[in-house]
Structure formats: structure tokens, C-alpha cells
């Protein structure tokens, strides 16, 4: 088998940029460890910025989305007695739509069928520092080899791409957090606006996917098991942990889905190693707090795909070269703003009451300065790709 560009994982990153790379005419090849219906089954991000929503349109990706997708002009914070919505309409222009990482799949799904290779295992890329790269897998037990130009990892935080790169060329930032979050979807009319909640008993936000699926995350304990906590158990300390304000207006009902997630902050640098490109989960992990991870797989997408066409294009490799800078340029600032706000509304254990005073005079001065509160509308709306 021969591809031009050879892509591992197919989630966001990998059935993004094979739709955009098939758009301009550049042959890929998608290998997936999974069944396509286990990866759509995965509940994930909620969140797009208005860069994902332009670059998702622009590559013909738009008509569900900007049909079931909700806009936001802002989210809101609460803490106390407080609630302060942060207005990116007001200080950006750039409002964002809560649309789900399920249906981006789906959609995405839509227009990648052919090109996926799915139940693809043991996927090893080879030769990623010649001019003859090339990638193999088991399917159905049958090994076979896909050659190829370049090489995209796209597999995610537990993906092989990376593992590929000598610990010499690689260098690893990464910082866990001491808790998870228990989400839940509920067929229940969400609440009007994203709201996160600062308690002291710990974070928790409530979103949203349709008029009549909301999604709702607790802070947890990181070594928390799914089967400790009922869906009463679930909306009682939910509903604690929002003023009575908020608390009276959230509908509680059945939970549809259930499932925790860890809490890390990690970037691999570089995202480049000869002719392996990583993109996504592969290269960087956010907390779910700023709601960047997805968008940050969006934006890699943006800057890949546009490097390779020029490579087929023109036969230049400038885009190319500058890949991981340009695009860690953008992960590191998307990792700063989720840490910054994953600091300022979850529950440090073992750091008492001062980390708890120290968050709310943080929150009263963001409810009183203009220019603080532009300053994060600019982060959480996310700039423009270029
Ligand atoms: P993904 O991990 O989505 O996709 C990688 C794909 O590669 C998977 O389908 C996997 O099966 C495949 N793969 C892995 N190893 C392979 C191998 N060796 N061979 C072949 N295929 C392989 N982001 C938000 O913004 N908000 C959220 O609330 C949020 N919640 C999350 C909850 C969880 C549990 C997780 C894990 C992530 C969450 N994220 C959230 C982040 C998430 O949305 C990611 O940013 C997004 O899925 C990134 O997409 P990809 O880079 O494509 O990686
Ligand atoms: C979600 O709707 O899943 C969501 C929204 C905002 C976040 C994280 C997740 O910061």
C-alpha cells in the first residue's frame, strides 16, 4: 500500500486533517485502533472557538454544526454568592458554540469513511527520519505496510507516534492535577449559559449539547471510582456546589452517560521529528477547564495541513519547518490560560483555606477590573489561527 501522507488515530485530529488534505487534492490513509463505532461512542468536549467553527465551516464541515450548534457570547463563573459572566462578544467579537466532540466525529466520519482503516493494531511508523518513511499494521491479523511520504501521529496521549521520537530529540512538560472530573449528560434542558462554579467543597460547570442534553462535570478525587457515585449522589453535590441562584434552575433527571477524567497538563516538544508530524492529544494535553484540548487539535490541523499542501503544491518545505514552532506557540498559551484557570476554581488538597481566599480575592478582583476580564474573554474566546 502507498499514501502520500500515512495519519495514525482517528479522532478529531486524524479525520480533520485527511479531509482537509483530501480537499486539496493529497491522497492520506487513515489507521484507527478501534471500531469506528467505539471512537463515536467516546463523550468528550463541548466547546469550539470561533477559529474551529470558521476553519470547520470553511472545509465544508458546517451544516449540522451551525444548524444544532448553540453560540455563546460568554460563560459565566460563580462563586459564594457571586456570578460574573465573562462577555467575549463584548471584549472579543468572537462568540463560541457548544457543539459536541460526538457529533464533530460523526460529521467528520461522514467524509472520511474510505480513507479509515479501522481495528488497525500493533501501527508502528519506521523510517521517520529518511525520505521513505513508511508504517505498518495488523488488520484481521494480516500484517501489512503502508508506505508514504510523511507521516501524521494523531493517536492521542497513549498513542504510539510519540514513542517513536529518541528521548534526546524529545523533551516533556507535563504537570498532574490531584483530582478528576466526574461528568454526566442528562436529557434535561440545560442551563441558559456555560457557568463554572468556584466551592469549596470543589469545582464543578455546567454546559450544554442541545435544548434537551446538558452536560455536567464535578470535581473528583482522582482515584475515584464510577460506581461510587449514583446519579442522586451526583446532582446533590452538583447542585451544593452553585449558589442557589443557579442551583434552583438546574433540571436533574437520569444520566445518559457517565465517566471520569483525569486532569493533566503535558506538552511534547518538538511536534516534528524528520519527516512525523504530531498533532492533537498526540503532542499536548490541557485539563478540560479552558476548553481548549479539542480546539488545540483544530488549530494543529489548521497549521499541518496548510505546510503539507504547500508541500505538494509548490514543492516547498518553509511551512513545513516552521510547523511545531507556530504551533507550540499557540499550545503553550492555551496551556497556560487552562492551568491559570484549573489553579483559580478546583480544590487543591492539602492547601487549605488560604488557596480557597486566595481563589475568591482573585475572582472578586476579575469581578471588578474591565481589563482583567477582557484579558480572559481574549484567552477563552482563543485568538485567530494566523
Ligand atoms: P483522540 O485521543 O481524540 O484521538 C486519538 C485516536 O487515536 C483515538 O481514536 C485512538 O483510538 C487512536 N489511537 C490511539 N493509539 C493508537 C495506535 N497506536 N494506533 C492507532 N490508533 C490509535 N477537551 C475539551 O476541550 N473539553 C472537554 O471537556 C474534554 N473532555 C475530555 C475527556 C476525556 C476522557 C478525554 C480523554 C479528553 C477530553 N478532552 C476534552 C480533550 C479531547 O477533546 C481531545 O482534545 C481531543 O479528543 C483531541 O483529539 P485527538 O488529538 O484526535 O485525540
Ligand atoms: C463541555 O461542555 O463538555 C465543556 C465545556 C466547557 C469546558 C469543558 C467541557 O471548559
Redesign the pocket.
Known sequence: MRTQVAI???????LLLSHVLDLAGVESVV????TRQY?LGRV????LEKSSVDFLTEKGLGERMNREGLTHEGSAIAWRDKRLFIDCQKYTGRPFMAYG?TKIQEDLDAVCGDRVIEE?LD?TPHDVTSDVPYVTFTKNGEESRLDCDFVAG???????SRTVIPQGFLKEYERIYPFGWLGILSETPPVPQLTYANHPRGFALASQRTPMLSRYYIQVAEDTKIDEWSDDRFWTELLARFPATIADGIVTGPSVEK?I?PLRSFVAEPMRHGRLFL????AHIVP?TG???????ISDVYYLSKALIEYYDEGKTAQLDAYSGVALNRVWGAVRFSWWLTELLHLFPNQGEFKQRIQESELDHLASSERFQAAVAEQYAGLPFD
Open positions: 495514525i488515530g482517528g479522532g478529531p485530529a486524524g489507521l484507527e485502533m478501534q471512537v468528550r468536549a463541548g466547546v466532540q488497525a501501527v494523531c493517536d492521542g496521549f497513549h498513542g504510539v465517566s477524567a498533532a492533537g492529544d498526540a478540560p476548553a481548549k484540548g479539542l480546539n488545540l487539535a
